[in-house]
């Protein structure tokens, strides 16, 4: 686990990905809000865990690239997904100074399940509230800030650019992921070590 992240570097990522995938990126959280609010946000969270699952694989250029089917994947992690959502907004209901320190651990969880599904969600809940403070991670919180602004700013033409804005957000969210949790590499069997 690294403890740093670049949020210059963040971006840049974020904004070459989304450049090559936005098509994918767009529709899926389109199905993700759709069906998230068609079933009264009980979906949402789940939803939300298919999506970063999908932006995980672009950034770690997974050889078997997602599709837009893939969002539906998010209806296994109905649960999780629930659970998640439930403790980010717990913060929001204390005062919105606390949704800086539920939204991080909430977002954080999401993608860590994401990317670890065999974790418990009170693990994964645990290890999120350890990353920001026992760690200290307190750039996690900036981070969110900072995420916050980029998704808002799709206000500004008549709600239309929150298409863009949103996925591109959580696109950053997950670039800032994988630089705390770099993709292990995935050795070969001995078998095949050994001919090589």
């Given at each position: 686990?690294?403890?740093?992240?670049?949020?210059?570097?963040?971006?840049?990522?974020a904004f070459d990905i989304f450049k090559q995938?936005?098509?994918?990126?767009?529709?899926?959280?389109?199905?993700?809000?759709?069906?998230?609010?068609?079933?009264?946000?009980?979906?949402?969270?789940?939803?939300?865990?298919?999506?970063?699952?999908?932006?995980?694989?672009?950034?770690?250029?997974?050889?078997?690239?997602?599709?837009?089917?893939?969002?539906?994947?998010?209806?296994?992690?109905?649960?999780?997904?629930?659970?998640?959502?439930?403790?980010?907004?717990?913060?929001?209901?204390?005062?919105?100074?606390?949704?800086?320190?539920?939204?991080?651990?909430?977002?954080?969880?999401?993608?860590?399940?994401?990317?670890?599904?065999?974790?418990?969600?009170?693990?994964?809940?645990?290890?999120?509230?350890?990353?920001?403070?026992?760690?200290?991670?307190?750039?996690?919180?900036?981070?969110?800030?900072?995420?916050?602004?980029?998704?808002?700013?799709?206000?500004?033409?008549?709600?239309v650019g929150l298409i863009v804005t949103v996925?591109?957000?959580?696109?950053?969210?997950?670039?800032?992921?994988?630089?705390?949790?770099?993709?292990?590499?995935?050795?070969?069997?001995?078998?095949?070590?050994?001919?090589?």
């Amino acid at each position: 686990m690294n403890t740093k992240i670049d949020i210059g570097k963040v971006f840049s990522d974020a904004f070459d990905i989304f450049k090559q995938n936005a098509v994918l990126l767009i529709v899926t959280m389109l199905i993700a809000q759709l069906v998230g609010s068609a079933t009264f946000s009980i979906c949402t969270g789940g939803l939300t865990i298919a999506f970063f699952a999908i932006c995980l694989r672009l950034i770690d250029g997974d050889a078997n690239k997602p599709e837009i089917g893939d969002i539906f994947k998010g209806f296994a992690f109905t649960l999780p997904g629930l659970v998640f959502s439930i403790v980010g907004g717990l913060g929001s209901m204390v005062c919105c100074i606390g949704a800086l320190i539920t939204m991080p651990v909430c977002c954080w969880a999401m993608m860590r399940f994401a990317d670890n599904p065999s974790l418990t969600m009170g693990d994964t809940l645990k290890e999120m509230f350890n990353l920001i403070f026992k760690e200290k991670m307190w750039i996690l919180v900036l981070l969110q800030i900072i995420v916050g602004i980029v998704s808002s700013l799709g206000f500004i033409i008549c709600y239309v650019g929150l298409i863009v804005t949103v996925p591109f957000a959580c696109l950053m969210l997950a670039c800032a992921y994988r630089q705390v949790y770099p993709k292990a590499e995935v050795l070969p069997p001995p078998a095949e070590a050994a001919q090589a």
